[in-house]
């Protein structure tokens, strides 16, 4: 059986719709018809994670999958670096500390998957996400973008994979999405084992970013050019692209195929196909309704 794309449920935020949230460590901000800004907004800390942003990130994001006019996310951060890892100080270690092994085991395991959701609510959304990094990008920080459908950064930017300096492997995405992405595995095993900083002149040519930008400026005129591009296709195409993307990337070429065209018997029905057509030979832009807004279900069983 496939494994779940649907992300964890978001809070009672989703009904309002992501841009109009309010958020204690992030901001999201409307940038265009179908574009929404998700900044990290911790920058007295250097945006790195706290407890309460982890929890923003899981439900922003899985608000963001039941949010039908949002199309494309332009993720970025507040002040002087992206992300600056896991803010371990904001943890309190006594929430792990028991009389039994197994017990802490368990506490560690649900706050583990908790933050693994986080950023596999990225992944599986259904919408575009566009990761805009400058300055810093640590540990947990080159996590959360490697789930991210593309990524760009600014000349200045610096990444690291830095759990092996804390005594941790890293577990949610480092060693599990970012092999994926650069696929080479002794340059992985390098930066996983020694934890140096990578630039950006690195990050560019195996494949960890598609694209350096001058400065600030030019990064977000660039990921707005492009996000403004992506929201005008098809929104069911782009939650079917993104799906079979996913779905590929850990499947065989056979099994791949099949999911697609189980997908496409049903949406090859939709009339955006006909509507993308039409444009297509009018040489004029199309336009397409906002996909349903589809709250998550709930059982009382």
């Known amino acids: 059986r496939p494994p779940s794309t649907a992300p964890s449920a978001p809070s009672s935020r989703a009904a309002m719709g992501v841009a109009d949230a309010v958020w204690q460590c992030l901001r999201a901000t409307a940038l265009a018809p179908g574009v929404v800004e998700c900044r990290l907004n911790r920058p007295g800390k250097r945006n790195s994670l ?9 439900d922003f994001f899985g608000a963001v999958a039941s949010d039908g006019a949002v199309r494309v996310v332009v993720l970025t951060g507040e002040g002087d670096v992206f992300c600056a890892g896991v803010d371990f100080a904001a943890f309190n270690p006594a929430t792990f500390v028991g009389d039994d092994a197994g017990h802490n085991a368990l506490r560690i395991r649900r706050l583990g998957k908790s933050w693994q959701d986080a950023f596999s ?10 990761a805009c990094v ?23 930017a610096t990444f690291a994979l ?12 480092g060693l599990q999405r970012f092999p994926k992405i650069v696929g080479n595995q002794s340059l992985v095993r390098e930066l996983a084992f020694s934890g140096r900083n990578f630039t950006a002149a690195e990050a560019l040519p ?20 492009v ?4 929201a005008m296709k098809s929104p069911i195409a782009l939650l079917g692209a993104k799906s079979f993307l996913n779905y590929t990337r850990d499947h065989t070429v056979d099994d791949s195929l099949d ?8 949406m090859l029905q939709s009339r955006e196909v006909a509507v993308s057509a039409m444009a297509l030979m009018s040489r004029k832009p199309a336009q397409f309704p ?9 059982s009382k069983l």
């Open 162 to 173: 830095k759990e092996v300096d804390i005594g941790l492997a890293a577990d949610v995405g």
């Open 206 to 225: 195996f494949g960890f970013v598609s694209r350096v930008c001058r400065d600030r400026e030019a990064l977000s005129t660039a990921a707005l050019e």
């Open 50 to 58: 706290s407890v309460e942003m982890w929890d923003e990130l899981r």
């Open 259 to 266: 999911y697609a065209i189980t997908w496409n018997q049903g």
């Open 290 to 298: 906002d996909l349903p807004s589809l709250p998550p279900v709930s």
């Open 227 to 230: 996000a403004r591009t992506i």
């Open 134 to 156: 400058h300055g810093a990008c640590i540990g947990a920080g080159v996590e959360l973008i490697a789930a991210a459908d593309i990524r760009f950064c600014t000349a200045d």
């Open 121 to 130: 609510n990225v992944e599986r959304c259904g919408k575009v996400v566009i």
